[in-house]
């Protein structure tokens, strides 16, 4: 089983639409929690941090539910730019410096 | 300022060749991961940094695979006898102190073994 699942889609939406994404983590002792864009052949790159509290950027929320240890991204009026595949980071925690990446969500926005 | 920089950017090898996959992180990072990534998977570690000592190495698959950080920025990760199995994107991260923080990626080395 892998440490951190995310459901591969992809997901075809329409412009303007809300999307979201779970993932879950199987280490409880996970202290860290992101999610990275990666675009089609190109490196990762930080989306935003996910926070007890949950957390807002723009359209983009991003919640953790410690209980049931999984994660979540809403996106909001979705755009066309917004077609990439986004994946979910939980690291550290039980003397463990590994962050560990699931495989990734593909988005598509279409118009 | 510059990021993290990778080359050769692609290699083609044969198979039982010896490679090596050269990262150069942000400066000041003290913190350097190697991952690789097959299509359709995320990122998979294989040894992370902290400064100069591999701070955990546990995701090299085997001993074919090493890696060094003599000076605590530049990094190389080396590949002895080389199978086709390992073909795939090598990417570096830094980041500024350790897991917490965020990584920056670099473009990644496409490995292609024949």
């Known amino acids: 089983r892998k440490e951190v699942e995310q459901d591969p889609g992809p997901f075809n939406v329409p412009e303007g639409a809300t999307v979201a994404f779970n993932c879950t983590y199987s280490?409880?002792?996970?202290?860290?929690f992101f999610w990275y864009r990666q675009d089609c052949r190109k490196e990762p790159k930080l989306l935003m941090s996910?926070?007890?509290s949950g957390n807002e950027d723009g359209r983009f929320t991003a919640q953790l539910n410690r209980a049931s240890q999984y994660i979540s991204l809403l996106i909001r009026d979705s755009k066309l730019s917004d077609s990439a595949t986004y994946l979910c980071?939980?690291?550290?925690?039980?003397?463990?410096?590994?962050?560990?990446f699931g495989r990734g969500t593909s988005l598509i926005v279409h118009p | 300022g510059a990021g993290v920089s990778q080359t050769p950017s692609n290699k083609v090898t044969e198979k039982g060749k010896y490679v090596e996959l050269r990262c150069d992180p942000i400066?000041?990072?003290?913190?350097l991961y190697w991952y690789r990534q097959s299509l359709g998977q995320g990122p998979e570690f294989l040894i992370y940094?902290?400064?100069?000592?591999?701070?955990?190495d546990s995701g090299l698959p085997n001993d074919r695979f090493f890696a060094v950080r003599p000076e605590g920025s530049v990094s190389t990760l080396k590949i002895q006898r080389t199978e086709r199995g390992d073909s795939a994107v090598y990417l570096c991260?830094?980041?500024?102190?350790?897991?917490?923080?965020?990584?920056?990626f670099g473009p990644g080395t496409r490995l292609t073994v024949l």
């Open positions: 991260a830094s980041s500024l102190l350790g897991t917490n923080n965020e990584q920056f």
């Open positions: 280490n409880s002792a996970s202290q860290s």
């Open positions: 996910v926070y007890s």
């Open positions: 980071v939980a690291a550290g925690g039980g003397g463990s410096y590994i962050p560990t």
């Open positions: 400066s000041g990072h003290t913190a």
């Open positions: 940094f902290q400064g100069t000592g591999a701070a955990d």
